[in-house]
């Protein structure tokens, strides 16, 4: 597609239960990220996945927090047993080498943890 | 640690006023800075970045960012405030390659008034 798409745009959970975030980056975009924004944290970095390399996982808030990236393309954000503090909008960027240090930014998903 | 610094989170002008965003940053190492705007429910979307060579660089809408390295700042401009620059505003600033996350400020809400 034209953009990053992220899917659902809206996700209601019950704490306790687990969910899962999906982004499709662009086309040909190597780098994919996932932020998370807050209003008491503002946008914080939560990973990081480059090609075929390990991903960089410096921001993960907890072990609750998971992600994967499959054939380079589509990643999945995993939430378990999320928490009320969880509550945020999760937002994916993606970039590649022509793109340079632009990443581009994906609508984001809406988690609200009743 | 890299760090970013926005001041003020809530900035009003009249239309046609001149439109001033500061911004502040810190990093050990020469930083790539980036100005980012959201709308209401909508994802981050790019403005302009400095990465290197001319410090003074144009983005889309008008806008405009010099980067002072004397005063670490990157504060952005625009000369005269239209409605529908009504926005959140974020800086942020990256290691200087590309592949590594953004660390953002906490945003400038901007309100236009006619």
């Known amino acids: 597609g034209a953009g990053v798409s992220q899917s659902p745009s809206n996700k209601v959970t019950e704490k306790g239960k687990d969910v899962e975030l999906r982004c499709d980056p662009i086309?040909?975009?190597?780098?994919l990220y996932w932020y998370r924004q807050s209003l008491g944290q503002g946008l914080e970095f939560l990973i990081y996945?480059?090609?075929?390399?390990?991903?960089?996982k410096s921001g993960l808030p907890s072990d609750r927090f998971s992600a994967e990236r499959t054939g380079g393309s589509v990643s999945t954000l995993t939430i378990q047993r999320t928490q009320q503090e969880d509550s945020a909008v999760y937002l994916c960027?993606?970039?590649?080498?022509?793109?340079?240090?632009?990443?581009?930014f994906g609508p984001g998903t809406r988690l609200t943890v009743l | 640690a890299q760090s970013v610094t926005q001041l003020g989170s809530h900035v009003s002008v009249s239309e046609g006023a001149l439109v001033l965003l500061r911004c502040n940053y810190s990093?050990?190492?020469?930083?790539?800075l980036f100005w980012y705007v959201q709308y209401p429910n909508q994802g981050l979307q790019l403005l302009l970045k400095?990465?290197?060579?001319?410090?003074l660089v144009k983005g889309i809408n008008g806008f405009e960012a010099e980067f002072k390295k004397s005063e670490t700042s990157f504060h952005l401009t625009k000369p005269s405030a239209h409605m529908s620059d009504a926005a959140e505003y974020f800086c942020?600033?990256?290691?200087?390659?590309?592949?590594?996350?953004?660390?953002f400020g906490k945003g400038t809400t901007l309100s236009v008034s006619s």
């Open positions: 960027a993606s970039s590649s080498r022509t793109t340079g240090e632009s990443q581009f």
């Open positions: 086309s040909g975009h190597t780098a």
């Open positions: 996945f480059q090609g075929n390399s390990a991903p960089d």
């Open positions: 990093s050990s190492v020469p930083p790539y």
């Open positions: 400095y990465t290197t060579g001319a410090t």
């Open positions: 942020a600033v990256s290691e200087g390659q590309a592949g590594t996350a953004l660390i």
